[in-house]
């Protein structure tokens, strides 16, 4: 208890944990990309393919963000134990919304996989909740 | 009521920046009724998943408006910390200690 003669901690804390996960977050954000790859294919206006890039790198982006607020703060122990690919998915997503995946190329296909790598960590998710 | 008693504690975090810094020592008063206004120390809810939250600063901006006998917390620093539009407002058990000042804060 609170003393004269020993400092107790309190806390100022700057993280909020509102425990408010979803991957529907980055599902979003990755179905963003895929129609911006598709938006892109059919228009030839300079200006607008500008526009797309940089737009898709940002939802790329925030696919990568809200997987990795997922992983490290939604995922606990005990999740890894019991799924053991979990690393490797959240790491595969990751990459296929990086500068080799959505961020940097206009590949639909890769678009497609990233939404099925974001499913399978939704199964997992859905499995967790269910615990 | 119980007798007034003074206690020293530690800031950790930034949300009450501004005012407070990481790494204050500040004394408190227990036993004393809010002051809406000030600082104090509270005990915040458990988290979504039950854990608990540890002792907290946080400043009494005043009576809960739809629940008068409960108190309104709230960070100084807008962009962080957990707060009453996060938690909703706190009973009067809750509020542990007002604080009274800074005792201690490291140089730089």
């Known amino acids: 208890m609170l003393s004269l003669f020993r400092i107790t901690d309190v806390a100022a804390h700057c993280d909020l944990p509102c425990g408010v ?14 129609a911006i790859i598709a938006k892109v294919a059919d228009n030839d206006d300079p200006d607008f393919r500008v526009r797309a890039t940089i737009i898709k790198e940002q939802r790329s982006e925030l696919v990568k963000h809200h ?15 019991k799924f053991p690919q979990l690393h490797t998915l959240v790491n595969e997503a990751t990459k296929l919304a990086g500068a080799s995946g959505t961020k940097g190329e ?3 296909a890769k678009a497609d ?18 615990a | 009521m119980r ?17 407070y810094r990481d790494g204050d020592v500040l004394l408190v008063v227990r036993g004393v009724p809010p002051r809406p206004g ?9 988290d979504a998943s039950g854990r608990p939250r ?11 408006p739809d629940a008068p006998e409960r108190w309104w917390v709230d960070s100084d620093n807008a962009a962080e910390g957990v707060t009453s539009f996060d938690v909703g407002s ?19």
């Open chain 1, 21 to 34: 996960y979803d991957p529907a977050q980055a599902r979003i954000e990755a179905e963003s990309v895929k």
């Open chain 1, 67 to 81: 997987l990795w607020v997922l992983w490290t703060d939604y995922f606990k122990p005990p999740h890894f134990e």
């Open chain 1, 106 to 108: 206009f590949d639909a």
């Open chain 1, 113 to 130: 996989e990233l939404l099925a790598k974001i499913d399978e960590i939704d199964a997992i998710f859905k499995e967790t909740k269910k």
């Open chain 2, 3 to 19: 007798l007034p008693l003074p206690a020293l504690v530690r800031v950790r975090g930034r949300s009450m920046l501004p005012t």
């Open chain 2, 38 to 46: 000030r600082a104090h120390v509270v005990r915040l809810p458990p």
């Open chain 2, 54 to 64: 540890p002792l907290s600063v946080k400043r009494v901006t005043g009576p809960d």
């Open chain 2, 90 to 108: 706190l009973s009067g058990d809750d509020i542990v200690a007002v604080v009274a000042g800074l005792v201690w804060r490291t140089l730089g």
